[in-house]
């Protein structure tokens, strides 16, 4: 049966999803066992202040990624924060503008900035060649991140930095269980940190951690985390409250018995998207090395107007219009938002890919929450537009579409 652009019910959502489909549903494993865990730390009656699932949690994370120091946070924010000051980066420490905004606010709160350096157009992480063009004697550190699980060029990025006497951070939210050459995301540079925010395909409902092979540099961060206690009533250093509850680190443990299976999943719903959006004229799918270890957690599609008829945001608008709630993940860049923009007004000059890329990323739903048939009628949507993108057009300029979640 060939379909009609009558057939998208474009004002009333579609009827193949009575509730809204969003990007970064929540993960859930095995609830019996996360109650029975929630139990457990209720009777011993430690909620926090680095308890027994904490503990567990912390190693379970350091073996799976091969390293030797796993320090859980309260959210990977804070663990970035942590992190930049037990680097001791000063001054200025370049960033991609093409991430989630806290990478830059990181260091922006504690009065560091950011230097925003442009990405490679296809990689989508940062530019080594760029990175070296932005070096001044107020550098003192570069912070990469390993956008969608995909790994920065960390070989460069080590040489550049070995050669300008910098650190390296990687801000590896999206990158928890994916591999580079074999070797896990979590050992390269100084430090890495991790998100287990509850859109994350881990969850501890909000949480991260800082991994390493530096002791020292361990010790530190275990200290900042805490206020600075070495034990009681012995304060010795400046510190904030990172700590992960025990609450959160049960939701951890379990999330991890689950890894397998979120994986699986999302590996098999990748699949899925790349058959479905095959051969589609202006939707190009990000695709993973599937030679390495990959979560699969993020579907992204880069939308070229001029082939697809329609742009970006017009298609994104037609997808919530069907209660697809495809997200236009890092619009507009860190650069165009506040304090940024108007610190650096003219950043944008020099981050051309950034620009590009942000006006055509979109990401779509996937995930345990989301089923083969889900992405048939997704896929479906977006063919369909393409194939009627005037009438699209049309539509969409013509009468008002709700785009309200
Ligand atoms: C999610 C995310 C963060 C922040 O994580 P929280 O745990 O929510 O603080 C930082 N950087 C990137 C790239 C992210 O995707």
């Given at each position: 049966?060939?379909q009609?652009?009558?057939d998208?019910a ?11 489909l969003h990007?970064?549903r ?10 029975e865990?929630i139990n457990?730390?209720?009777d011993?009656?430690w909620?926090?202040?680095?308890g027994?699932?904490?503990e ?5 994370i350091a073996?799976?990624?091969g390293?030797?120091h796993?320090i859980a ?5 804070i663990?970035l924060?942590?992190a ?8 200025e420490v ?6 989630f905004v806290?990478?830059a606010h990181?260091l ?7 230097v ?7 990689t989508?992480?940062?530019d080594?060649?760029r990175?070296e063009e932005?070096i ?6 570069i912070?990469?991140v390993?956008l969608?699980g ?6 460069r ?9 910098l650190r390296?951070l990687?801000?590896a939210?999206h990158a928890?269980?994916c591999?580079h050459?074999g ?6 540079g100084?430090a890495?940190v991790?998100?287990f925010h509850?859109?994350?395909f881990?969850n501890t409902?909000?949480g991260?951690?800082i991994v ?13 985390r805490?206020f ?6 012995h304060v010795i250093y400046?510190?904030?409250n990172?700590?992960?509850s ?9 999330s991890?018995?689950s ?6 999943i999302?590996?098999q719903n990748?699949?899925?998207?790349r ?6 004229q202006g939707v190009r799918?990000?695709s993973?090395?599937e ?8 579907v ?5 107007e001029?082939?697809a008829?329609?742009t970006r945001d017009?298609?994104?608008a ?9 997200r ?6 860190c ?13 944008g000059l020099?981050l051309?890919?950034t620009?590009?890329?942000a006006?055509r990323?979109?990401?779509l739903?996937?995930?345990t929450?989301v089923?083969h048939?889900d992405i048939?009628?997704?896929a479906?949507i977006?063919r369909?537009?393409v194939?009627?993108?005037?009438h699209v057009?049309?539509l ?9 979640p």
């Open positions: 049966m060939k009609s652009p009558s998208l474009l004002f009333g959502g579609n009827p193949a999803f009575p509730e809204a990007v970064g929540p993960n859930i494993g095995d609830r019996e066992r996360l109650l865990r457990d730390l209720l011993r009656r909620l926090t202040n680095q027994p699932y904490v567990e949690f912390e190693q379970a073996r799976h990624v390293v030797d796993c946070i309260c959210n990977a924010t663990a924060e942590i930049v000051r037990a680097l001791e980066f000063t001054g370049i960033v991609p503008s093409f991430t806290a990478t990181a922006q709160w504690q009065e560091i900035t950011p925003f350096c442009d990405v490679d157009r296809e989508h992480t940062i080594p060649e990175v932005l001044t004697p107020r550098t003192t550190g912070i990469g390993h969608w995909r790994t920065c060029d960390v070989e990025l080590d040489d550049i930095a070995r050669a300008h006497g390296v990687y801000d939210s928890f269980g591999s050459r070797r896990p995301i979590g050992s390269f100084s890495e991790f998100s509850a859109t994350k881990v409902f909000e991260g951690a390493t092979n530096d002791g020292e540099l361990a010790d530190k961060i275990r200290l900042m805490n600075g206690f070495a034990d009681y009533d400046i510190g904030t990172g700590k992960m025990e609450v959160a680190a049960a939701m951890g443990i379990t991890l018995e890894l397998d299976e979120f994986v699986a999302n590996h990748y699949l899925r998207y058959e479905v959006f095959d051969g589609l799918m990000l993973y090395d030679t390495e270890s990959c979560n699969f957690q993020y992204v599609l880069e939308i070229d001029s082939e008829g329609l017009q298609l994104q037609l997808l919530w219009a069907e209660r697809v709630m495809a236009r993940y890092f619009y507009p860049g650069h165009r938002m506040e304090p940024y923009r108007t610190y650096f007004p003219n950043a020099q051309r890919n620009e590009l890329l006006e990323v979109l990401t739903p996937t995930g929450a089923g048939d048939a009628t997704i479906g977006i369909l537009a194939s009627h993108s005037d057009r049309e969409l300029e013509t009468r008002s579409v709700s785009t309200t």
